[in-house]
């Protein structure tokens, strides 16, 4: 089950971090960002091999993972599993879930992919707002009500 998904900026200043349940008390929400901004090290280290691997080798292969925005388990902890995905333009698209729940540890792969696909199609969709400012914080309700529906249904 996912409990929490972030959009990070190309700076890395968090754009929109929302999770599920009704647990709003403090220490849940900084727990939560806590798990977003511990997986921006994996992320960026993720990040830096991939370019020196496809930097180092000119084959078929390095090209496709270039292209692969999806770039999988960043790292696990005893209670979450945390999944990351950046964009072309270098936002980075962070999904969390519970390992705890029956659910959550046989989560596979392919939904993961895809959650994180559907995610980064709304991105887009809220960012192509006339009125929205590129950088500032997403504060639209339909993106946080799409978003909350994605982690209910999806993972």
């Known amino acids: 089950m996912a409990v929490c998904v972030a959009v990070i900026g190309k700076d890395n200043a968090p754009l929109y ?3 599920i349940g009704n647990d709003t008390s403090t220490d849940n929400e ?3 960002q806590w798990l977003v901004h ?3 090290d ?8 991939s370019n020196t691997t496809t930097a180092n080798t000119a084959t078929n292969a390095a090209r496709t993972d270039l292209r692969d925005l999806y770039l999988g388990l960043l790292y696990s902890t005893d209670t979450h599993k945390i999944y990351g995905y950046v964009t072309n333009t270098r936002i980075k698209l962070v999904l969390v879930t519970s390992s705890t729940s029956p659910s959550g540890s046989n989560i596979r792969d392919a939904e993961v992919r895809t959650a994180l696909r ?4 709304l991105y887009a969709d809220a960012i192509c707002n006339p009125f929205h400012l590129p950088g500032d914080q997403i504060t ?3 993106f ?3 978003v909350k529906n ?3 249904n999806n993972v």
């Open 144 to 146: 946080d009500k799409q």
């Open 42 to 49: 994996a992320l960026e280290e993720r990040l830096v091999s």
């Open 140 to 142: 639209s309700i339909k």
């Open 118 to 121: 559907r995610l980064h199609a």
């Open 30 to 32: 900084l727990s939560r």
């Open 150 to 152: 994605l982690m209910l």
């Open 38 to 40: 511990t997986a921006l």
């Open 17 to 19: 971090i929302g999770g």
